[in-house]
């Protein structure tokens, strides 16, 4: 079974500053998806970005990057220039690459906070 | 196009009872999943439809259920509901077999007293 691990429950920033956020997972698959997601005060989950496994370029979402180590089964998130709207619980969640039943693996979250 | 829709929004019901939660989503996007969330467990997933059948479930008991219609819309019932069941319930589609990413609904905050 597939694990995912966020190992920072909470990380607090000041506004324009640069943050990362990390995730580990751990998989025998080697086809896959990640995606970070994140969840505002509002409860609405929103996709933030989206990596596949057997692309070795990290994939970019204007001041969101990851930083996709595979060996390492690690998959950070950085976002750059931070705003007071990135305020918001982050999930880490994998994807078996299936053309049948897909299901979402989160981690338990990394709640951040943007102060002004 | 529109985003997935849930309703209600907000629940509350006492042990016991049953519940419906409804799901609609995304125009053309034929797989619906959903997910339990509560501050203990975190995010779980409950199943996946796909063209009106069930396609992968999660470990949860068998009060646990769902379907969907031909318009991929779906429902999701909980019988006999315990404390534990207090959750957001969220909904997430995608587009079919070889797409992968889910969009998520705003979720049905469920209450049981």
């Known amino acids: 079974a597939q694990t995912v691990t966020q190992s920072q429950p909470e990380m607090s920033v000041q506004e324009a500053e640069t943050v990362t956020l990390s995730c580990t997972y751990d998989?025998?698959?080697?086809?896959?998806?990640l995606f970070w997601y994140k969840q505002p005060p509002s409860r609405q989950m929103i996709l933030v970005i989206r990596q596949e496994a057997y692309k070795q370029q990290n994939a970019t979402e204007n001041r969101f990057s990851v930083n996709f180590q595979k060996a390492a089964k690690s998959f950070s998130l950085k976002i750059s220039d931070s705003q007071l709207g990135d305020t918001a619980m982050y999930f880490c969640a994998f994807m078996k690459q299936n053309q049948g039943a897909q299901k979402l693996v989160f981690g338990q979250g990394t709640r951040l906070t943007i102060n002004p | 196009k529109a985003g997935v829709t849930q309703t209600p929004r907000y629940l509350i019901k006492t042990r016991g009872q049953q519940v419906t939660l409804s799901c609609s989503p995304i125009?053309?996007?034929?797989?619906v999943s959903w997910y339990q969330q509560t501050p203990g467990q975190g995010l779980q997933f409950l199943f996946e439809?796909?063209?009106?059948?069930?396609?992968n479930k999660g470990n949860f008991p068998g009060r646990f259920s769902g379907r969907q219609f031909s318009n991929s819309r779906s429902e999701m019932n909980v019988s006999t509901l315990e404390l534990g069941d207090s959750a957001l319930y969220l909904c997430?589609?995608?587009?079919?077999?070889?797409?992968?990413?889910?969009?998520f609904g705003p979720g049905t905050r469920l209450t049981v007293l």
């Open positions: 997430a589609s995608r587009g079919g077999q070889g797409t992968d990413t889910q969009y």
């Open positions: 998989t025998s698959e080697n086809n896959y998806y």
């Open positions: 439809y796909f063209s009106e059948t069930q396609r």
């Open positions: 125009s053309g996007h034929r797989s």
